[in-house]
Protein backbone atom coordinates (compact mmCIF):
# COMPACT_ATOMS: atom_id res chain seq x y z
CA UNK A 1 0.00 0.00 0.00
CA UNK A 2 1.39 3.52 -1.19
CA UNK A 3 1.87 6.34 1.19
CA UNK A 4 -1.02 9.35 0.25
CA UNK A 5 -1.52 12.56 1.21
CA UNK A 6 -4.88 13.47 1.04
CA UNK A 7 -5.51 17.74 0.89
CA UNK A 8 -7.88 19.95 0.93
CA UNK A 9 -8.29 22.50 -1.65
CA UNK A 10 -8.53 25.71 -0.36
CA UNK A 11 -6.31 28.18 -2.08
CA UNK A 12 -5.74 29.06 -5.39
CA UNK A 13 -2.60 26.68 -5.50
CA UNK A 14 -4.83 23.69 -4.80
CA UNK A 15 -7.85 24.58 -6.82
CA UNK A 16 -5.41 24.41 -9.96
CA UNK A 17 -4.24 21.16 -9.11
CA UNK A 18 -7.96 20.09 -8.61
CA UNK A 19 -8.12 21.00 -12.69
CA UNK A 20 -5.46 19.40 -13.29
CA UNK A 21 -5.80 15.87 -11.83
CA UNK A 22 -7.54 14.76 -14.80
CA UNK A 23 -4.91 15.59 -17.30
CA UNK A 24 -2.78 12.80 -16.49
CA UNK A 25 -5.74 10.22 -15.85
CA UNK A 26 -6.90 10.47 -19.34
CA UNK A 27 -3.06 11.36 -20.89
CA UNK A 28 -3.40 9.85 -24.39
CA UNK A 29 -7.36 9.05 -24.13
CA UNK A 30 -8.38 10.73 -27.42
CA UNK A 31 -12.46 10.46 -26.01
CA UNK A 32 -11.69 12.66 -23.29
CA UNK A 33 -12.62 15.89 -23.53
CA UNK A 34 -11.09 18.77 -20.81
CA UNK A 35 -14.35 20.54 -19.33
CA UNK A 36 -13.91 24.10 -19.41
CA UNK A 37 -12.07 25.08 -16.47
CA UNK A 38 -14.36 28.12 -15.46
CA UNK A 39 -17.34 25.14 -15.15
CA UNK A 40 -15.46 23.62 -12.48
CA UNK A 41 -15.45 26.62 -10.62
CA UNK A 42 -18.14 28.21 -10.36
CA UNK A 43 -19.81 24.96 -9.41
CA UNK A 44 -18.21 25.65 -5.96
CA UNK A 45 -17.86 29.41 -6.15
CA UNK A 46 -20.32 30.32 -3.47
CA UNK A 47 -21.19 34.07 -5.74
CA UNK A 48 -22.21 31.55 -8.20
CA UNK A 49 -23.68 28.53 -7.40
CA UNK A 50 -26.68 29.39 -5.19
CA UNK A 51 -26.91 26.18 -3.47
CA UNK A 52 -24.40 27.31 -0.99
CA UNK A 53 -27.00 29.50 0.62
CA UNK A 54 -28.36 26.13 2.37
CA UNK A 55 -25.90 23.80 1.23
CA UNK A 56 -22.25 22.88 1.82
CA UNK A 57 -19.36 21.73 -0.12
CA UNK A 58 -15.64 20.40 0.00
CA UNK A 59 -13.18 19.44 -1.79
CA UNK A 60 -9.77 17.17 -1.70
CA UNK A 61 -7.21 16.38 -3.95
CA UNK A 62 -4.55 13.24 -3.62
CA UNK A 63 -0.84 12.85 -3.97
CA UNK A 64 1.72 9.87 -3.75
CA UNK A 65 4.68 9.75 -1.37
CA UNK A 66 6.23 11.53 -4.57
CA UNK A 67 4.08 14.50 -4.58
CA UNK A 68 2.35 13.22 -7.49
CA UNK A 69 -1.13 14.04 -8.12
CA UNK A 70 -3.69 10.48 -7.94
CA UNK A 71 -7.21 11.41 -7.69
CA UNK A 72 -9.71 14.14 -7.02
CA UNK A 73 -12.82 14.40 -5.29
CA UNK A 74 -15.81 16.71 -3.84
CA UNK A 75 -18.40 16.05 -1.36
CA UNK A 76 -21.52 18.24 -0.65
CA UNK A 77 -25.00 18.39 0.90
CA UNK A 78 -27.64 19.77 -1.20
CA UNK A 79 -30.34 20.77 1.45
CA UNK A 80 -33.07 21.30 -1.00
CA UNK A 81 -32.81 17.21 -1.73
CA UNK A 82 -30.93 15.34 0.85
CA UNK A 83 -34.45 14.40 2.56
CA UNK A 84 -36.32 13.61 -0.28
CA UNK A 85 -35.72 9.75 -0.09
CA UNK A 86 -35.08 6.92 2.41
CA UNK A 87 -32.35 7.98 3.91
CA UNK A 88 -30.39 11.65 4.28
CA UNK A 89 -28.40 11.98 1.34
CA UNK A 90 -25.59 13.85 -0.06
CA UNK A 91 -23.42 14.15 -2.55
CA UNK A 92 -20.06 12.87 -4.50
CA UNK A 93 -18.57 14.02 -7.24
CA UNK A 94 -15.50 14.88 -9.84
CA UNK A 95 -14.34 12.04 -8.56
CA UNK A 96 -11.33 10.98 -10.52
CA UNK A 97 -8.39 8.62 -9.50
CA UNK A 98 -5.12 6.34 -10.51
CA UNK A 99 -6.41 2.44 -10.99
CA UNK A 100 -6.00 2.15 -7.75
CA UNK A 101 -8.20 0.74 -4.68
CA UNK A 102 -6.62 2.20 -1.62
CA UNK A 103 -6.49 5.26 -3.44
CA UNK A 104 -9.86 5.51 -4.40
CA UNK A 105 -11.04 4.20 -0.86
CA UNK A 106 -9.29 6.85 0.65
CA UNK A 107 -11.20 9.52 -1.63
CA UNK A 108 -14.15 8.04 -0.70
CA UNK A 109 -14.08 7.77 2.91
CA UNK A 110 -13.12 11.69 3.25
CA UNK A 111 -16.17 12.26 1.68
CA UNK A 112 -18.21 9.98 4.01
CA UNK A 113 -16.93 10.71 6.78
CA UNK A 114 -17.71 14.80 5.71
CA UNK A 115 -20.95 14.01 5.13
CA UNK A 116 -21.94 11.84 8.30
CA UNK A 117 -20.51 14.35 10.49
CA UNK A 118 -23.26 16.68 8.58
CA UNK A 119 -26.07 14.31 9.41
CA UNK A 120 -25.95 12.24 6.38
CA UNK A 121 -26.81 8.95 5.79
CA UNK A 122 -25.50 7.85 2.57
CA UNK A 123 -24.13 9.41 -0.56
CA UNK A 124 -25.05 9.19 -4.16
CA UNK A 125 -22.33 9.69 -6.82
CA UNK A 126 -20.87 10.43 -8.95
CA UNK A 127 -23.11 13.98 -8.95
CA UNK A 128 -23.43 17.32 -9.61
CA UNK A 129 -23.79 19.84 -6.59
CA UNK A 130 -26.22 21.58 -8.95
CA UNK A 131 -28.81 20.48 -12.13
CA UNK A 132 -29.29 16.91 -12.64
CA UNK A 133 -28.34 17.95 -16.57
CA UNK A 134 -24.11 18.45 -15.97
CA UNK A 135 -21.76 16.33 -14.13
CA UNK A 136 -24.11 13.37 -13.42
CA UNK A 137 -23.69 9.72 -13.20
CA UNK A 138 -20.98 7.58 -13.73
CA UNK A 139 -20.05 6.77 -17.31
CA UNK A 140 -20.51 2.62 -17.64
CA UNK A 141 -21.08 2.02 -21.58
CA UNK A 142 -20.60 3.55 -25.09
CA UNK A 143 -17.03 4.97 -23.83
CA UNK A 144 -17.32 7.74 -27.02
CA UNK A 145 -16.74 11.81 -26.41
CA UNK A 146 -19.09 13.26 -24.20
CA UNK A 147 -21.39 16.31 -25.18
CA UNK A 148 -20.83 19.42 -22.81
CA UNK A 149 -21.16 19.09 -19.31
CA UNK A 150 -21.60 15.13 -19.06
CA UNK A 151 -19.22 13.06 -17.31
CA UNK A 152 -16.35 10.78 -18.60
CA UNK A 153 -14.45 7.94 -17.08
CA UNK A 154 -11.99 5.31 -17.62
CA UNK A 155 -14.19 1.71 -17.15
CA UNK A 156 -12.23 0.75 -14.53
CA UNK A 157 -14.45 3.07 -12.31
CA UNK A 158 -16.92 1.16 -12.46
CA UNK A 159 -14.58 -1.57 -10.09
CA UNK A 160 -13.60 1.30 -7.99
CA UNK A 161 -17.03 1.85 -6.67
CA UNK A 162 -18.71 -1.31 -6.98
CA UNK A 163 -15.69 -2.61 -4.60
CA UNK A 164 -16.11 0.14 -2.00
CA UNK A 165 -20.11 -0.66 -1.61
CA UNK A 166 -21.47 1.57 -4.06
CA UNK A 167 -25.00 -0.23 -5.61
CA UNK A 168 -27.01 0.65 -8.41
CA UNK A 169 -29.57 3.27 -7.70
CA UNK A 170 -30.59 4.56 -11.24
CA UNK A 171 -29.16 4.18 -14.73
CA UNK A 172 -29.44 6.68 -17.21
CA UNK A 173 -29.97 6.32 -20.64
CA UNK A 174 -28.09 8.56 -23.39
CA UNK A 175 -30.56 7.49 -27.01
CA UNK A 176 -28.95 8.37 -30.42
CA UNK A 177 -30.86 9.85 -33.22
CA UNK A 178 -29.79 10.39 -36.88
CA UNK A 179 -31.52 14.13 -37.57
CA UNK A 180 -31.98 13.00 -41.76
CA UNK A 181 -34.15 9.94 -40.88
CA UNK A 182 -38.24 10.63 -41.44
CA UNK A 183 -39.77 11.36 -38.06
CA UNK A 184 -41.86 7.68 -37.95
CA UNK A 185 -45.72 7.63 -38.66
CA UNK A 186 -47.07 6.68 -34.98
CA UNK A 187 -45.56 10.45 -34.27
CA UNK A 188 -46.94 12.03 -37.44
CA UNK A 189 -50.17 10.56 -37.31
CA UNK A 190 -50.26 12.64 -34.40
CA UNK A 191 -48.84 15.76 -34.92
CA UNK A 192 -51.28 15.92 -37.71
CA UNK A 193 -54.40 15.53 -35.46
CA UNK A 194 -53.14 18.14 -33.13
CA UNK A 195 -51.86 20.84 -35.75
CA UNK A 196 -56.01 20.60 -36.86
CA UNK A 197 -57.25 22.31 -33.93
CA UNK A 198 -56.58 26.00 -33.88
CA UNK A 199 -56.25 25.62 -30.18
CA UNK A 200 -52.71 24.73 -30.22
CA UNK A 201 -49.36 26.17 -31.41
CA UNK A 202 -45.84 25.19 -31.43
CA UNK A 203 -43.08 27.86 -31.88
CA UNK A 204 -39.43 27.90 -30.78
CA UNK A 205 -37.94 30.49 -28.57
CA UNK A 206 -36.85 34.22 -29.60
CA UNK A 207 -33.87 35.22 -27.92
CA UNK A 208 -35.41 38.84 -27.52
CA UNK A 209 -38.54 37.30 -25.55
CA UNK A 210 -35.78 35.13 -23.44
CA UNK A 211 -37.37 36.03 -20.05
CA UNK A 212 -40.73 35.42 -21.32
CA UNK A 213 -39.73 31.89 -22.47
CA UNK A 214 -38.18 31.31 -18.97
CA UNK A 215 -41.98 31.66 -17.48
CA UNK A 216 -43.00 29.22 -19.70
CA UNK A 217 -40.43 26.53 -19.19
CA UNK A 218 -40.50 27.29 -15.19
CA UNK A 219 -44.36 26.67 -15.26
CA UNK A 220 -44.19 23.60 -17.82
CA UNK A 221 -41.31 22.33 -15.48
CA UNK A 222 -43.00 23.04 -12.27
CA UNK A 223 -45.91 21.01 -13.28
CA UNK A 224 -44.30 18.27 -15.56
CA UNK A 225 -41.95 17.29 -12.49
CA UNK A 226 -43.95 17.35 -9.05
CA UNK A 227 -44.56 13.99 -9.05
CA UNK A 228 -40.98 12.63 -9.21
CA UNK A 229 -39.06 12.29 -5.32
CA UNK A 230 -36.02 14.18 -5.90
CA UNK A 231 -38.66 17.89 -6.86
CA UNK A 232 -38.00 20.93 -5.65
CA UNK A 233 -39.81 23.77 -7.65
CA UNK A 234 -37.84 26.13 -9.78
CA UNK A 235 -38.43 30.33 -9.98
CA UNK A 236 -38.87 32.40 -12.90
CA UNK A 237 -35.56 33.75 -12.03
CA UNK A 238 -33.78 30.38 -11.70
CA UNK A 239 -34.84 30.02 -15.03
CA UNK A 240 -34.48 33.20 -16.49
CA UNK A 241 -31.00 33.21 -15.51
CA UNK A 242 -29.89 29.72 -17.08
CA UNK A 243 -31.15 30.44 -20.12
CA UNK A 244 -29.14 33.98 -20.08
CA UNK A 245 -26.10 31.63 -19.80
CA UNK A 246 -27.45 29.54 -22.87
CA UNK A 247 -27.51 32.30 -24.86
CA UNK A 248 -23.93 32.65 -26.24
CA UNK A 249 -24.51 29.19 -27.65
CA UNK A 250 -27.94 28.92 -28.21
CA UNK A 251 -29.54 28.19 -31.45
CA UNK A 252 -33.29 29.23 -31.49
CA UNK A 253 -34.57 26.80 -33.70
CA UNK A 254 -33.22 23.90 -31.26
CA UNK A 255 -35.53 25.27 -28.33
CA UNK A 256 -39.22 24.53 -28.86
CA UNK A 257 -42.78 25.00 -26.78
CA UNK A 258 -46.36 23.98 -27.39
CA UNK A 259 -49.35 25.89 -26.32
CA UNK A 260 -53.06 25.40 -25.61
CA UNK A 261 -55.34 28.20 -25.74
CA UNK A 262 -51.78 30.18 -24.94
CA UNK A 263 -51.48 28.06 -21.97
CA UNK A 264 -47.53 26.37 -22.03
CA UNK A 265 -48.20 22.44 -21.81
CA UNK A 266 -44.93 21.33 -23.38
CA UNK A 267 -41.14 22.24 -24.37
CA UNK A 268 -38.12 20.67 -25.65
CA UNK A 269 -34.47 22.24 -24.86
CA UNK A 270 -32.07 21.27 -26.93
CA UNK A 271 -28.70 23.07 -27.67
CA UNK A 272 -25.75 22.75 -30.34
CA UNK A 273 -23.19 20.21 -29.27
CA UNK A 274 -20.33 22.87 -27.92
CA UNK A 275 -17.91 19.84 -26.76
CA UNK A 276 -17.13 19.28 -30.84
CA UNK A 277 -15.47 22.72 -30.30
CA UNK A 278 -14.72 22.49 -26.83
CA UNK A 279 -11.97 19.68 -27.26
CA UNK A 280 -9.51 22.03 -28.64
CA UNK A 281 -9.49 24.50 -25.60
CA UNK A 282 -7.33 22.50 -22.83
CA UNK A 283 -10.07 23.84 -20.63
CA UNK A 284 -9.27 27.38 -21.36
CA UNK A 285 -11.99 30.43 -22.72
CA UNK A 286 -9.71 33.36 -21.91
CA UNK A 287 -9.51 35.81 -24.84
CA UNK A 288 -8.04 33.11 -27.08
CA UNK A 289 -9.67 30.47 -26.52
CA UNK A 290 -12.93 32.87 -27.13
CA UNK A 291 -11.34 33.33 -30.48
CA UNK A 292 -10.70 29.48 -31.27
CA UNK A 293 -14.20 29.37 -30.03
CA UNK A 294 -15.00 31.67 -32.78
CA UNK A 295 -12.76 29.99 -35.53
CA UNK A 296 -13.97 26.44 -35.03
CA UNK A 297 -17.84 27.50 -35.01
CA UNK A 298 -17.20 29.08 -38.05
CA UNK A 299 -15.34 26.66 -39.62
CA UNK A 300 -18.85 24.68 -38.75
CA UNK A 301 -17.16 21.63 -36.86
CA UNK A 302 -20.52 21.30 -34.69
CA UNK A 303 -22.99 19.25 -36.31
CA UNK A 304 -24.96 17.32 -33.02
CA UNK A 305 -27.05 18.33 -30.48
CA UNK A 306 -27.72 17.29 -27.44
CA UNK A 307 -31.07 17.16 -25.62
CA UNK A 308 -31.21 19.06 -22.42
CA UNK A 309 -35.06 18.22 -21.31
CA UNK A 310 -38.22 17.41 -22.34
CA UNK A 311 -41.52 17.88 -20.85
CA UNK A 312 -45.24 17.78 -21.34
CA UNK A 313 -47.59 18.98 -18.09
CA UNK A 314 -49.39 15.97 -16.94
CA UNK A 315 -53.29 16.70 -17.92
CA UNK A 316 -51.41 16.74 -21.69
CA UNK A 317 -49.59 13.62 -21.63
CA UNK A 318 -50.87 10.56 -23.63
CA UNK A 319 -52.86 13.05 -25.98
CA UNK A 320 -49.73 12.94 -28.49
CA UNK A 321 -48.28 16.48 -27.96
CA UNK A 322 -45.04 14.69 -27.63
CA UNK A 323 -45.78 13.79 -31.60
CA UNK A 324 -46.46 16.91 -32.39
CA UNK A 325 -43.67 18.43 -30.46
CA UNK A 326 -41.11 16.52 -32.61
CA UNK A 327 -42.82 17.00 -35.74
CA UNK A 328 -42.69 20.54 -35.21
CA UNK A 329 -39.47 21.03 -34.39
CA UNK A 330 -38.22 18.70 -37.24
CA UNK A 331 -40.06 20.31 -40.07
CA UNK A 332 -37.52 23.67 -38.91
CA UNK A 333 -34.37 21.53 -38.07
CA UNK A 334 -33.99 18.75 -40.81
CA UNK A 335 -34.22 21.12 -43.63
CA UNK A 336 -31.36 23.12 -42.22
CA UNK A 337 -29.21 20.51 -43.08
CA UNK A 338 -27.10 21.54 -40.51
CA UNK A 339 -26.89 18.93 -37.74
CA UNK A 340 -26.24 15.27 -38.31
CA UNK A 341 -27.08 13.60 -34.77
CA UNK A 342 -28.95 14.29 -31.42
CA UNK A 343 -28.27 12.81 -28.71
CA UNK A 344 -30.83 12.74 -25.58
CA UNK A 345 -29.29 12.45 -22.36
CA UNK A 346 -30.64 12.03 -19.39
CA UNK A 347 -33.40 9.22 -19.39
CA UNK A 348 -33.25 8.35 -16.08
CA UNK A 349 -34.47 4.43 -16.21
CA UNK A 350 -36.95 5.02 -13.04
CA UNK A 351 -39.10 6.71 -16.09
CA UNK A 352 -40.21 4.06 -18.59
CA UNK A 353 -43.08 6.72 -20.18
CA UNK A 354 -40.07 8.88 -21.61
CA UNK A 355 -37.82 5.82 -22.83
CA UNK A 356 -40.91 4.42 -24.72
CA UNK A 357 -41.53 7.71 -26.07
CA UNK A 358 -37.76 8.19 -27.23
CA UNK A 359 -37.66 4.36 -28.47
CA UNK A 360 -40.50 4.90 -30.97
CA UNK A 361 -38.59 8.07 -32.20
CA UNK A 362 -36.34 5.22 -33.94
CA UNK A 363 -33.33 6.08 -31.98
CA UNK A 364 -30.58 3.69 -30.31
CA UNK A 365 -29.04 3.61 -26.67
CA UNK A 366 -25.43 5.32 -27.48
CA UNK A 367 -24.07 5.65 -23.84
CA UNK A 368 -25.29 4.42 -20.28
CA UNK A 369 -24.39 6.02 -16.98
CA UNK A 370 -25.41 5.08 -13.39
CA UNK A 371 -25.89 7.19 -10.61
CA UNK A 372 -24.56 4.83 -7.62
CA UNK A 373 -25.85 4.78 -3.89
CA UNK A 374 -23.71 4.16 -0.80
CA UNK A 375 -25.57 3.44 2.50
CA UNK A 376 -23.22 3.97 5.34
CA UNK A 377 -25.25 1.37 7.79
CA UNK A 378 -24.74 -1.56 6.18
CA UNK A 379 -27.21 -3.15 8.24
CA UNK A 380 -29.93 -0.55 6.48
CA UNK A 381 -31.89 -1.87 3.37
CA UNK A 382 -30.79 -0.19 0.08
CA UNK A 383 -33.83 0.94 -2.35
CA UNK A 384 -33.81 1.70 -5.70
CA UNK A 385 -35.21 4.94 -7.22
CA UNK A 386 -39.06 4.52 -7.79
CA UNK A 387 -40.04 4.35 -10.89
CA UNK A 388 -42.65 6.57 -11.85
CA UNK A 389 -46.25 5.68 -13.21
Not at 147 to 169: C, D, K, R, V
Request: a positive charge; aromatic letters at 16%.
Amino acid sequence: MMNMQLIDVNNSVTEKQFLEVPVSIYKGDANWIRPLDNDIRNVFDREKNKLFKSGAATRWILKNDNGKLIGRVAAFVNEKTARTSEYATGGLGFFECINDQDAANTLFDSAKEWLAARGMEAMDGPINFGDRTAWWGLQVEGFAPPTYQMNYNPAYYIQLFEAYGFQTYFNQLVFRYDVENEVPLIFREKAQRIFKSPAFRFEHVRKAQINKYAADLTQVYNEAWAKMGFFKPVTVEQTIATMKKMLPIMDERLIWFGYFKDRPIAFFVMLPEINQVIRHLNGRLDWYGKLLFAYYRWRGVIDKMFGVLFGVVPDFQGKGIDGALIVATGNVVQPLKKYKTLEMNWVGDFNPKMIRMVENLGTTVCKRYRTYRKIFDPEKPFYRAPVLE
